[in-house]
């Protein structure tokens, strides 16, 4: 690990597991739809999402999606690279597709808080992996350019961010979850 300057991991699936029902979370964002009577473009929940803007109903699927996060990420489960990230003497951030709130909460919950210097999630910026602005912003904040940094994560959505931005990736564990 000497080779980089900054590590910033993923969230959810790589530091903790955030106690969060997605089928649940899909079915609240797909109720926004039915109120505002708009037709949902599908039942996934990451499609709904992208279309939220579109259709004028971005702030409450957020907000759907933000208070079932939250939720979970105060009773989120740490996983093992929770004790790498506290053990590693590189500056450390967060780049998540959870919103930045949840997030902080799951890093506060397991002690992590102090160990992240830059913390980047889905509503930080004005776009969300697998675009690398998120990644970037992230390298920026922590004073470090793409290339001195290790982005680590869990899903092919991570990997693909990070090829796109030019930084190095990790998978944890075995390879890609679905997300």
């Known amino acids: 690990m000497t080779e980089y300057d900054a590590v910033v991991y993923d969230l959810d699936g790589t530091l903790v597991d955030l106690d969060v029902d997605w089928n649940a979370v899909a079915v609240d964002v797909s109720a926004v739809y039915e109120r505002a009577n708009v037709e949902p473009p599908g039942d996934g929940l990451w499609e709904m999402l992208e279309t939220a803007s579109d259709v004028g109903l971005a702030a409450e699927v957020e907000s759907a999606i933000a208070a079932h996060e939250h939720r979970g990420a105060r009773t989120s489960t740490r996983l093992t690279h929770a004790d790498e990230l ?60 793409p290339e001195g940094a290790l982005f680590i994560g869990d899903s092919a959505r991570d990997r693909q961010t990070a090829q796109r931005a030019g930084v190095d990736f990790e998978f944890v564990g075995d390879g890609p979850s679905g997300v």
Request: hydrophobic share 45%.
């Open 86 to 145: 506290l053990e590693r003497s590189l500056p450390a951030g967060v780049c998540s597709l959870n919103c930045e709130r949840a997030c902080r909460i799951a890093l506060e919950e397991h002690a992590l808080a102090p160990a992240v210097a830059a913390v980047v999630g889905r509503d930080t910026v004005g776009t969300w992996k697998p675009d690398p602005e998120p990644l970037l912003a992230t390298v920026r904040r922590l004073g470090v350019e």
